[in-house]
């Protein structure tokens, strides 16, 4: 159980295109989905924070209108990477959870690369 | 800052020794959890352990953790050679909005 899904695993893009990653949580309805970015070799960096119905809440830095969130269901959360540049490549990371006291559980990344 | 930092950064040894790893925190917590991430993929929930507990087990995992030192360790017995990954001690932020993670420490395994 509590599988997440996440798609692309992979995108290639020209600079100046916006990318729309999913994240779904198969089996579990998910009160909170959170957005990482990481970095070769370094740790998670959260970029936000995103609960069902509400609107997402940015880490200090992340630019809201750069990168879009939305959480339309208690299953579906979608990241938009809007007008890409070759500094936003990175490796994407969802999660999602039940509640505060349960842990996360991970999609397995998008890795965008932009040309 | 991050709220959890791992040590050691870096950790190799054979097959079948033990490997331990520590990490230290900042502030209350609430609970305290142990991912795991092969390389270019998502990360693997292992063990949530709570600030009320002082010692988890799993398999081949062990956990404990001292809430008056903020520092929790992560021993994982009989090492094999798919244990090679990285492995993230996790925080929530006291408020249980969101986890903060480590540093991570990358393990090796040579068979």
């Known amino acids: 159980g509590a599988v997440v899904s996440q798609h692309p695993s992979r995108v290639i893009c020209k600079s100046g295109t916006s990318v729309k990653i999913e994240c779904r949580s198969l089996d579990f309805q998910a009160t909170t989905m959170f957005w990482y970015r990481q970095f070769p070799k370094q740790s998670l960096m959260l970029m936000a924070t995103s609960n069902e119905g509400s609107k997402a809440t940015y880490e200090q830095g992340v630019e809201k209108d750069k990168f879009l969130i939305n959480h339309a269901s208690l299953t579906l959360s979608t990241l938009t990477v809007t007008s890409a540049h070759p500094e936003d490549s990175s490796f994407y990371i969802c999660s999602a959870r039940v509640a505060s006291d349960q842990p996360q559980h991970f999609g397995d990344g998008t890795r965008l690369s932009i040309l | ?111």
């Open chain 2, 1 to 111: 800052s991050q709220q959890g930092e791992e040590d050691p950064q870096a950790l190799s040894i054979q097959e079948g020794e033990n490997a331990t790893m520590n990490c230290s925190y900042k502030t209350s917590i609430n609970n305290l959890q142990w991912y795991r991430q092969n390389s270019g993929r998502g990360l693997v929930h292992l063990i949530l352990i709570r600030s009320n507990e002082r010692e988890k087990h799993s398999g081949r995992l062990r956990v404990t953790l001292d809430t008056s030192k903020k520092s929790s360790s992560l021993l994982i017995t009989a090492s094999r050679a798919a244990d090679t990954a990285s492995y993230f001690c996790a925080t929530d932020d006291g408020g249980g909005f969101k986890t903060i993670f480590g540093a991570g420490t990358r393990l090796f395994v040579k068979a």
